[in-house]
């Protein structure tokens, strides 16, 4: 299944558009129909350096949608 998202690679560099391949739900998890996502401050922080996190790393942790 395919999914868009935005990724950011490197600290200091621009979020990114990409579409992305998503594996099957594994135990545990359920799969959500998303309608809309957005970044926050947050999410700046990656870009930003202040908040360290393994990279590259899909953003938009605020998000609605359908089970």
Not at 3 to 19: F, L, M, P, S, Y
Not at 25 to 33: A, C, F, L, M, Q
Not at 40 to 55: I, M, P, Y
């Amino acid at each position: 299944m395919k999914t868009r998202a935005a990724v950011i690679h490197a600290v200091g560099e621009k979020w990114e558009v990409q579409d992305l391949d998503l594996n099957e739900p594994g135990d545990n998890e359920v799969r959500i129909k998303v309608m809309a996502s957005g970044l926050c401050h947050s999410d700046d922080h990656f870009v930003t350096g202040d908040l360290a996190v393994d990279l590259p790393m899909v953003g938009g942790h605020e998000g609605a949608g359908i089970v």
